[in-house]
Each structure stands twice: as structure tokens, then as C-alpha cells.
């Protein structure tokens, strides 16, 4: 009886232990299948500024330039061997004239590429600069936080 007891408590706490350990291999392997699916094309979806402003004189207000300068443009392309290449034209400059009225330049087309990595919500750029991106549904955001003159935040969406 005794040792049926004694083999009994080892098969228990042999069991305890074999589910009670768990494996951290899954965690990263995880990481990298989510960092793998945002391979693919990224466009550049909205350059926000902290007000909505008028700077194509159509009468129309926007907090989205896009919608106000056409020669905004930008597009990011991942792959999935963890390297990029990005290539927009973003706001050189925003002043303002008068009466809530803004000029805005464009800047010349900047193209970056490098390795990627990503983390919890966050992917990261890696090249002559690191650009860091926040992933929100669909969308990598860049949130600058700047108000006017400056940029609110920069998202590009998945295409």
C-alpha cells in the first residue's frame, strides 16, 4: 500500500511539473510570424496637422494634407526578408500667411531602405535613420504630436 501511495505522488508530481513548465520558444516565434504578415506595400494615407486648414483655396478645410497638397506622396514597401524601402515626399515646410491661411512646401523624394524589426505594436526602421511606426488596426502611424505649424502625425495604410 505504501508504495502504491509512493508511486502514486511521483506520477502526480512528475505530471504537476510537465504541464506546470511552460515553453518561452513560442512567444518570439509568435512575434516573428505578426512582424512577417505586415510584409507588403504601405502607402502613405494621411499627413495630419493639429487644425483643419485650407491651403488649396477650394473652400474646403482639412487636418489631412493629403487632401490639400498634391504632391504629398509616399509609399513603404516590407518585405518578408525583414528589409525595406521607403520613398516619400512630405511637408519641407508649413507657415502661415494670414487669417488662417497656411503655405506648404513639399520636400524633395527621400528614399530610405534597411532591415525591419517589430515588437509588440511597434515596428522599427533600421537604416542612415530610425523611423518607429505604431501598428493601429490597418495603419502604421508615426504621432509627432506637433500643432500648427508642425505635423500631428503621419499614417501609412496597407494597400
Known amino acids: ?19 506546470a513548465c511552460s515553453s518561452d520558444d513560442g512567444g518570439g516565434q509568435e512575434e516573428v510570424n505578426q512582424g512577417a504578415a505586415l510584409a507588403g506595400n504601405w502607402a502613405l494615407a494621411e499627413v495630419n496637422v493639429s487644425e483643419p486648414i485650407d491651403v488649396n483655396d477650394d473652400q474646403n478645410t ?4 493629403l487632401t490639400e497638397v498634391p504632391c504629398l506622396t509616399g509609399t513603404l514597401t516590407l518585405t518578408p526578408d525583414f528589409t525595406y524601402q521607403l520613398s516619400e515626399v512630405l511637408p ?3 507657415s502661415p500667411i494670414t487669417n488662417d491661411l497656411y503655405n506648404v512646401s513639399c520636400s524633395d523624394v527621400f528614399t530610405r531602405s534597411g ?15 530610425t523611423i518607429r511606426f505604431q501598428l493601429e488596426g490597418d495603419d502604421l ?6 500643432v500648427l505649424p508642425g505635423i500631428d502625425s503621419i499614417v501609412y495604410r496597407r494597400q
Open 1 to 19: 500500500m505504501l508504495r502504491t501511495l509512493k508511486f502514486a505522488v511521483l506520477l502526480s508530481l512528475v505530471a504537476f511539473v510537465q504541464f
Open 115 to 129: 532591415s525591419w524589426s517589430f515588437s509588440g505594436t511597434t515596428l522599427t526602421l533600421s537604416g542612415t535613420t
Open 62 to 65: 482639412s487636418s489631412n494634407l
Open 92 to 94: 519641407q515646410l508649413i
Open 141 to 146: 502611424v508615426i504621432t509627432v504630436g506637433e
